[in-house]
């Protein structure tokens, strides 16, 4: 199977959360996904945390914030997601067997796909991001960003 490519349909996740729910990516669409493989020991998924919560936490009425764990199981997942507070609002997924690193080509991690609401993968990074640089890639992958300022 080739992995997608930039500009080719996401394939649809199909996984369980951390909460134990099911969890289908294609029910995500209405609105762009910002897509996380991530290991909960892996040094630069830890550097970029505070990041992709910080972007979560301010954009969470704009984008969806995946983070898919790459094998490690429950309890690991259990204890970064604790140990970062990360917000309710993202979702966490266990890919206990690591299947979906093929159909996107993941070969390390983090690795972050940027969808469009629609489906489309628009960008595969590779490394650590910064907010900022989420935020550019997010506004390219068609999230609207409503002014959070003082109202007149």
Request: hydrophobic fraction near 35%; aromatic fraction near 8%; charge should be negative.
């Amino acid at each position: 199977m080739t992995p997608v490519e930039v500009g080719g349909l996401a394939p649809d996740i199909q996984t369980k959360e951390l909460s134990g729910e099911s969890f289908s990516l294609q029910s995500l669409r209405g609105k762009p996904v910002l897509l996380n493989f991530f290991t909960p020991w892996c040094q630069p998924c830890i550097e970029e945390t505070p990041d992709l919560k910080a972007f979560a936490e301010k954009y969470r009425n704009d984008i969806h914030v995946v983070m898919i764990d790459r094998g490690d199981g429950v309890g690991l997942v259990e204890r970064y997601v604790t140990q970062y507070r990360l917000p309710a609002s993202v979702v966490v997924l266990l890919d206990e067997n690591n299947k979906w690193s093929g159909p996107y080509g993941v070969t390390g991690q983090p690795e972050t796909f940027f969808i469009t609401a629609d489906g489309k993968v628009v960008s595969h990074l590779l490394g650590p991001l910064t907010e900022s640089q989420m935020l550019t890639y997010a506004k390219a992958a068609g999230m609207n960003v409503k002014e959070r300022g003082r109202t007149p």
